[in-house]
Structure formats: C-alpha cells, structure tokens
C-alpha cells in the first residue's frame, strides 16, 4: 500500500502529523545511536579531511531543524543565533570546521533536543496547508530527508574512523538467481522526474518527457568478483580504459583496487569494513569505487555506465502500461523484502538477494546497497525551479559533478524514490558507491 503524504492528507490532518512524528523520531534514533557508539573525545575528532567532526553532523541537523521548522513554520525567535555560521555548511569546509568553536557533544546534544521539542510543538500547531512550504508536510519532510542524509555521512565517518567496530548489525538476506546479467529496456519516451512526488526536492522536478533509445543494461550492479577481475587483468595499468581525467587522477591518487581493500599475502583480496577485516565477498555490489574506476572497469568490459535518464527508465517504467512508477516494483513504500536500506545491515547485499524489489524487466537492487554512478552531469530539468533555497541544489549545478542514484544500504527509506537525484565529485571514494553497467542496442536487437 502506498502511504504518501498526499495519501494521508485529507480533511484530518491527524494522520499526517503522526507520520511526520514516527519519521522525525526515527531519524533522531538513528542519529543518537551513530553518535552514542564513540565517547565523546571521539566525537569531537576528525577522522578525514573528507568528513565534519561526528559533534559537527549533529548540532548541524539541528540548526536546519531550528531555522526551518522552530522559525520558519514555528515563528519562534531563534534559540541559539549565536551559532548560526557555524553550522552553516558553505561558510565553513569540512577540512576546517574541526577548527571552529563547536558546541560540546553535551551542548549540542541538549540543543538538538530543545529543537526537537519546539519542531514537534510547530508540527501540531500548523494545519499543513495553506502554504508552499508546509503542504502536505513539505518542510517536515525535507527536514526528516536531512538529518537521515547526515545520518548516512555519520555513517560514512564510521567507516573512515580507525579502531575496533562499534557498529553492529545482522547479515543481509543471501543472495539468489538473477537471470540473464543483461536485459534490453525498450526505446520510446517516458516521463522522468515528478510533479506529485510531495516531499521531492526541487532538483527531482518537474515532470518531463525525455526520449529514450533502446539500451541493454546490467540485472545487477557489478559485484566484487567482477571488479577483481579487471584489477587482476591490469585494469588500474592500462590507459585504454581511463578517460584523460581519470587516469590522471589515477596517478595522483595512486588508486590499485577500491577503496578499503587490502591484498593478502596468498594474494587474495582483504578489506575493512566499519573496524571489521573480512575477506571481500565475491557476490556483493562492489563499493567504494569512485566515478573514474567505474567508468573505466565498463570501457574494459565493451560496456558504458548508463545515463541518468536510461537509470530512471529502467527503475521506474512499467513496460505493460508505459507509465513511470515510484519505485521499480511499483508505487508501495520500500519493506525489508524489496531493497536493502535504512542501515538494516552494514554491508551491501550479494546479487538477488531482493527479488521483490525487482523491475517488471528483471533489474534487480535498483534501489538500495549502493549509490549508483550514471555518466550524467550534475544539471537541472528543463522547468527547474528554486525551492525552497538555492543552496541545496542550484549552487551545485554545472561543474565536474556526476549523478548517482537508487541510494545504498546506509539511506533512509524516507530519503529515496525511482526520481531521487544525488550528486558528488568523480573522485570521491569513501560514500558508498557502486555501479552498474549499460551498452547501446542495435537493429539485430529489436531497437
């Protein structure tokens, strides 16, 4: 069943309310168990230049919270404006906010509490219409995909932070059958993006027709085993495979294999994974790749990485009926049987482990494990409109940024759908990314 907040806005705004309250609480569960498993010394430590100190994250998703909901929709005075620019995520670089004056982690913990309780005090108070921001919910929504997006860079942090693991969770479900590793998603138009989607952010809108040619793409992303293969063969060696820009950011960087992996002195492959050494497990998504080796294991494969358009196709159009859904299965909340999210587990999950999640073609963990690199560009829609600030996706057009979809096992439920749309930098390797692969068809293949 699906449960949008268009679903639950009707007449009685009750409903509604106790949504956004179970979702607000989560994410704060989830925030206080990623900062609660390191003593505060460690809290206040940056682990890589990369990342904010973990106390940073925190009193960050209250000072959003506080300006939108407490101010904004609340009409509060500020409750700690003193500390506003050091929050502010464009004033200050990662590398230097270790530097600033952060709050203590007990005073940003007794902040963000505070916020908490004027939020739920403007959650009640506001009838949720009448108003841009806050129909159906909209501000509490983006505030709930915020923190869960830090919550998920916190859990980026972890896996960066040295040590033994402070981190548990139980294996994924094991994995299963896919069926042919490539099937062919038909030409043709289909919508891309939203314009009902009520808590899409400005970048996933509007809705627009975009043309497709027919193209085979990959029924999974491309596993450990497969990566191994194209560093055993020279992959990392060989500039064939490298754009310019990438096998110049080869050498710089020194890249050998993903990141967090380790060669064992048999030869095998080892990694580290949230303070865990295991051996890397052939039949999981590999992770931690950045956009330049994916680009370069699907030119040594006769492949390419897909386009933004051809990913979204491929995850949300319904072959039978031609229209684009919320998710590859169809338009229902994510459940543990259909992807792996939510930081249920602590590890992507071996191919067709999720066969529920499954598209109407066959592609399976479309949703879910790991980010996926397109060859796209980081762009607007046609239509594009600001809102409800300019800092959270206009800024960030244009540039060396590459698209990545369908989340990983560290996002929220709350923080994705078939038309979410996130960006980064080529070079970054510790998010978790992976990748999936794509080739053109051709008149002997029906397009």
């Known amino acids: 069943m699906t449960s949008t907040p268009e679903d639950l806005a009707t007449s009685d705004p009750e409903p509604l309310r106790a949504r956004i ?56 005075e500020p409750l700690r404006p003193e500390i506003d620019g050091l929050y502010d995520a464009f004033r200050h670089s990662r590398a230097r906010r270790v530097e600033l004056p952060l709050l203590t982690p007990p005073e940003a913990r007794a902040y963000v509490a505070e916020v908490r309780d004027k939020a739920l005090d403007a959650l009640h108070a506001n009838p949720l219409r009448g108003r841009r921001l806050v129909e159906h919910g909209f501000a509490f929504g983006m505030i709930v995909q915020h923190e869960q997006q830090h919550d998920e860079t916190m859990l980026a942090t ?5 040590g033994a693991p402070v981190l548990h969770a139980p294996a994924p479900p094991p994995g299963g059958p896919v069926g042919a590793r490539e099937v062919l998603v038909p030409g ?105 080796e994916a680009e370069a294991f699907a030119c040594w494969a006769g492949k390419r990485l897909p386009t933004e358009a051809e990913w979204e196709k491929a ?3 319904d072959p039978a009926t031609g229209r684009s859904r919320r998710f590859p299965w169809g338009d229902e909340d994510p459940t543990p049987a259909h992807a792996n999210l939510g930081q249920r587990h602590l590890r992507p999950a071996a191919v067709g482990a999720y066969p529920a999640g499954a598209s109407p073609l066959g592609v399976h963990q479309l949703i879910g494990d790991v ?31 590459r698209v990545l979809r369908g989340g990983s ?17 080529p070079v970054r390797r510790q998010i978790f990314a992976g990748f999936r692969c794509a080739r053109d068809a051709s008149r002997e293949d029906g397009a």
Not at 41 to 66: K, N
Not at 158 to 162: D, E, I, N, S
Not at 376 to 401: A, I, T
């Open 188 to 292: 043709g138009p289909f919508t891309m993006g939203t314009s009902t989607e009520p808590w899409a952010l400005d970048n996933e809108r509007p809705a627009h027709p975009v043309e497709v040619s027919a193209f085979w793409i990959d029924t999974h992303p491309v596993t450990n085993g497969e990566y191994a293969e194209f560093v055993e063969a020279g992959g990392y060696d060989d500039p064939r495979w490298w754009s310019e820009q990438g096998w110049a950011h080869r050498g710089e960087a020194g890249l050998v294999a993903p990141r967090f992996w380790e060669r064992a002195q048999d030869g095998t492959w080892w990694r580290r994974r949230f303070g865990v050494h295991e051996a890397v497990p052939d039949a999981e998504p590999v992770v931690h790749v950045c956009f330049h």
């Open 371 to 401: 980010w996926e690199w397109t060859s796209s560009g980081w762009e607007p829609y046609p239509g594009f409109e600001v809102f409800p600030y300019p800092e959270y996706s206009q800024v960030f057009f244009g540039g060396d940024y």
């Open 21 to 76: 309250a179970d979702l607000l609480t989560a994410a704060r569960t989830r925030s206080t168990a990623l900062t609660d498993a390191v003593d505060d010394a460690d809290l206040v430590v940056q682990h890589s230049p990369l990342m904010s100190p973990l106390v940073w994250d925190l009193a960050h998703v209250g000072s959003q919270e506080e300006l939108w909901l407490v101010r904004d929709v609340g009409g509060r």
């Open 158 to 162: 972890h896996q960066l932070r040295p």
């Open 315 to 317: 995850a949300r159009v």
């Open 409 to 425: 096992f560290g996002t929220d439920p709350a923080a994705i759908r078939g038309t979410f749309r996130n960006w980064d930098l």
